[in-house]
C-alpha cells in the first residue's frame, strides 16, 4: 500500500540560507521555510492535530544530532498553529532523555513544557517491499519492523534531521531519520540483519517510509557533517535550512544541492525504484518558493569515497545493547 499524498498538487520545498543558531534568527529563518513550505496547508494542520516531531538524536554528540535550536523553533511554530506535540526518537546508542540532555535539547524544550520521549511499545510491521527486493533474511511472514505505538498514534511526523554525509548509505536525511521510529533494540537487531545487503536495507528504509503517517520534514543544514558520518565527520558551514511537506522531495532537493542524481544514493534510488510520491519519478511537481538547489554552495563538502557495510559489526550490536540497558537501570 502506497502511503496516501499530502497534496494534489506542486508540492513546495523551501530552501533558505541559514546564518546562524541564536533564537531569534531561528524563530525568524524556521517560521520561514515552513510557512513557505506550506506545512499547515499541505499537512492539514489545525487546532489539536497531533504531530510527532523526530529529530535525529543519534547519540550524545551534538553535531551527530539536530540542534536544539532548531527543534525548539519547530515546537515553537506547531505550538502557535495548535498542534499537540510529542517529541520523541529511538537514538542508536542510548536513551533519548539522556542524549537530549547532553546536547541541551532538554533545557532548549523546558520553556515550552516539552520532555523528550523515548519510542518504545513496538508493533510489528510487515514491510511493503517491492516484487524481487525480498532477500535470504526475509522469513515466510515477510520482513516486520517493529515501530513505536506512538508513531501510530500521530496525524503527521515532522522529520527534523541534521544533513549529514553516512559512512554507509552515503547521506542520511529527511527520510532515513525516519529509521528511529523503530524501536529501541528492534531497531539494532533490523540494522544487523536487513544490513547485510545495502540495496534491500535501502529497499526497508523506503518500505518504512511508505507505512508510516505522511512525512513532513524540516532539515538543519546550517552546519552540515561532512567526510564521513553519522556519528564521526567533521563539521561543514552549509548555511541551509530546508522543509517541505514531502520529506522525499526535500530529500531530492538536498542531493541537488551536492550535485547528486537520486539514483547516486542508496536510498535515494530505493524511493525511485518505487515511484514514491514526492520523487521526481513519481511525476510530482516541485516548486521553489524561496532559493534553489543551486544557490548553495557546497563545494569542499567531502561525501564518503566508499560505502561501508550496512550491517552493524556484532561488537558495535552488544555495545548499543549495553548503554540500552545501563541508561534503563540508571532512570
Not at 513544557?113 to 510491521?125: A, K, N
Not at 538536498?254 to 519519478?281: C, D, H, I, N, T
Not at 524561496?290 to 550490536?317: Q, W, Y
Amino acid at each position: 500500500m502506497e502511503k496516501p499524498s499530502v497534496s494534489a498538487h506542486a508540492v513546495p520545498v523551501a530552501l533558505a540560507r541559514c546564518e546562524g543558531y541564536d533564537r531569534r534568527s531561528l524563530d525568524q529563518l524556521v517560521g520561514e521555510v515552513l510557512d513557505a513550505a506550506r506545512i499547515a496547508q499541505e499537512c492539514s494542520l489545525k487546532v489539536g492535530t497531533k504531530v510527532l516531531v523526530k529529530p535525529n538524536l543519534l547519540m550524545s554528540k551534538s553535531l551527530a544530532c539536530t540542534s536544539p535550536g532548531v527543534v525548539a523553533a519547530a515546537c515553537r511554530w506547531l505550538r502557535d498553529h495548535g498542534a499537540q506535540m510529542a517529541v520523541a526518537d529511538s537514538p542508536g546508542f542510548g536513551r533519548a532523555r539522556s542524549v537530549a540532555r547532553a546536547i541541551g535539547l532538554e533545557s532548549a524544550l523546558r520553556p515550552l513544557g516539552l520532555d523528550v520521549r523515548e519510542l518504545d511499545s513496538p508493533v510489528p510491521v510487515t514491510l511493503p517491499l517491492p516484487p524481487g527486493s525480498r532477500s535470504a533474511h526475509s522469513g515466510k511472514g515477510g520482513t516486520r519492523f517493529h515501530v513505536a505505538r506512538a508513531v501510530h498514534e500521530c496525524d503527521f511526523i515532522l522529520s527534523l534531521p541534521r544533513v549529514k554525509a553516512h559512512g554507509q548509505m552515503l547521506l542520511t536525511l529527511a527520510v532515513k531519520n525516519c529509521f528511529g521510529c523503530v524501536s529501541g533494540l528492534h531497531k539494532a537487531v533490523a540494522h544487523a540483519r536487513e544490513g547485510r545487503d545495502p540495496a534491500y536495507f535501502a529497499d526497508c528504509l523506503a518500505a518504512l517510509w511508505a507505512v508510516l503517517p505522511p512525512v513532513a520534514a524540516l532539515a538543519d543544514g546550517g552546519v552540515a557533517m561532512h567526510v564521513t558520518g553519522p556519528s564521526g565527520g567533521k563539521p561543514f558551514v552549509l548555511h541551509l535550512m530546508g522543509a517541505s511537506a514531502s520529506a522525499v522531495a526535500l530529500d531530492e532537493a538536498l542531493y541537488a544541492v551536492f550535485g547528486l542524481a537520486p539514483e547516486a544514493v542508496p536510498l535515494g534510488a530505493a524511493l525511485v525504484r518505487r515511484k514514491a510520491q514526492g520523487s521526481a519519478a513519481s511525476g510530482t511537481e516541485v516548486t521553489f518558493p524561496l532559493l534553489r538547489p543551486e544557490n548553495f554552495d557546497a563545494r569542499g563538502f567531502e561525501l564518503p569515497r566508499e560505502l561501508s557495510h550496512t550491517s552493524f559489526h556484532p561488537a558495535r550490536f552488544v555495545q548499543s545493547c549495553l548503554r540500552r540497558v545501563i541508561a534503563a537501570v540508571k532512570k
